[in-house]
């Protein structure tokens, strides 16, 4: 299936704790952008945009729980397209040009059942810009420890790093035109340089942005507050943990975002 021309599916992907639901803040900043989920949802006022919006996203769980038979998977595939043809044909969504959706490795409750997998979004939506957010890893783990995912850091780490591999090797199946990798520390730092080549892929409107920007932005963030937070030990370990052999499986995405 493929999306209108005329209307823009950007999929925010990126481990847990790496600044997706800042990106779709920021993505779905336009008066014409609607963000589809996950934490953060923008529609326009309308009863059957929001049924139709958490009909997407309980479709989505279907599509990515591990747990599902090849006929629920079959059957959630099929609501999916459904959904989107409805939203599409949406009277409420009319006026949307862009749709902004985003998942974290992984999402929902449990953690480990369901995982998002990018090439299921291009089969069921078609013509999507993917936008991979990446976080320092330490940063990441503690960022989860932080907002009370787990009280464990060490697994909280150690999930990451699957995250990461797994996403890693998702992203190099992209073709390059379509795929923008954004640093979240470099998106703290400058976030208008940061994020004005995607706006210019994507045909985003630059001044709304801005203005998202300027109050998600107030003054410069840092991306080291688990080094002030945790304990010197906590910190010594998360850097022998996440050393240059186990970083290697998914570098690429280090460099692709610039760092």
């Given at each position: 299936m493929e999306?209108?021309?005329?209307?823009?599916?950007i999929f925010i992907a990126g481990a847990e704790g790496s600044g997706t639901t800042l990106m779709s803040r920021l993505l779905a900043a336009p008066k014409t952008?609607?963000?589809?989920?996950?934490?953060?949802?923008?529609?326009?006022?309308s009863e059957e945009a929001a049924r139709l919006t958490e009909e997407f996203q309980s479709v989505n769980?279907?599509?990515?729980?591990?747990?599902?038979?090849?006929?629920?998977?079959?059957?959630?595939?099929?609501?999916?397209?459904?959904?989107?043809?409805?939203?599409?044909?949406?009277?409420?969504?009319?006026g949307t040009t862009h749709f902004v959706f985003k998942r974290s490795f992984p999402f929902g409750i449990p953690r480990e059942r369901y995982v998002p997998y990018l090439q299921d979004v291009d089969e069921?939506?078609?013509?999507?810009?993917?936008?991979?957010?990446?976080?320092?890893?330490?940063?990441?783990?503690?960022?989860?420890?932080?907002?009370?995912?787990?009280k464990d850091l060490r697994g909280l780490a150690v999930l990451c790093s699957e995250q990461l591999t797994l996403l890693a090797a998702q992203t190099r199946t992209i073709p390059e035109n379509r795929l923008k990798v954004v640093s979240y520390s470099k998106l703290c730092l400058a976030p208008a340089d940061t994020i004005a080549p995607l706006l210019r892929r994507c045909d985003l409107d630059h001044e709304e942005v801005q203005r998202a920007i300027e109050r998600e932005f107030p003054k410069p963030k840092v991306d080291d507050r688990y080094r002030r937070a945790l304990g010197a030990d906590?910190?010594?370990?998360?850097d022998e943990f996440f050393d240059e052999r186990r970083c290697r499986h998914w570098a690429f995405l280090k460099a692709a975002a610039g760092e």
């Open positions: 999306t209108k021309k005329s209307v823009h599916f952008a609607a963000s589809l989920g996950g934490l953060y949802v923008k529609t326009p006022q769980y279907l599509v990515w729980d591990r747990k599902a038979s090849f006929a629920e998977n079959r059957e959630a595939r099929r609501k999916w397209r459904a959904v989107w043809e409805h939203i599409l044909g949406c009277a409420a969504f009319a069921m939506v078609g013509n999507v810009q993917f936008v991979v957010m990446y976080r320092d890893p330490r940063a990441s783990s503690y960022s989860t420890l932080r907002r009370g995912f787990d906590q910190v010594a370990w998360l």
